[in-house]
């Protein structure tokens, strides 16, 4: 059973930056793809980022792609997402996930619990 705990959610304004961290347990870390979601309010949970086992591909959705880079730390059962250029819709509680391939669906077995991001204008 692996567990996620996310954090490095807050305030930031339109345009700075916020380094999100999940850290893992319970299980091999190496083992997992890694992504990143997030829910706004009234909207569906949509797929932000995801990294695979030994970060040798990486994939974006495309309405953070060129702002937020996702990698991660196997020694440290680490996953990081750093958020540039943030925008106002980038408000929203950002989850990670793992699961052993990679989906863009919510098709992710372990979540933690989720961090607020909210961006002012």
């Known amino acids: 059973q692996v567990q996620l705990v996310e954090s490095g959610g807050g305030l930031a304004q339109a345009g700075g930056s916020l380094r999100l961290s999940c850290a893992a347990s319970g299980g091999i870390f190496s083992r997992y793809v890694m992504a990143w979601f997030r829910q706004a309010p009234g909207k569906e949970r949509e797929f932000v980022s995801a990294?695979?086992?030994?970060?040798?591909?990486?994939y974006y959705g495309d309405s953070v792609r060129g702002r937020f880079a996702v990698s991660r730390n196997n020694a440290g059962n680490t996953v990081y997402l750093q958020m540039n250029s943030l925008k106002p819709e980038d408000t929203a509680v950002y989850y990670c996930?793992?699961?052993?391939?990679?989906?863009?669906?919510?098709?992710?077995?372990?979540w933690g619990q989720g961090t607020q991001v909210t961006v002012s204008s």
């Open positions: 990294i695979t086992q030994q970060s040798g591909t990486t």
């Open positions: 996930a793992a699961n052993i391939v990679f989906r863009t669906s919510e098709d992710y077995p372990y």
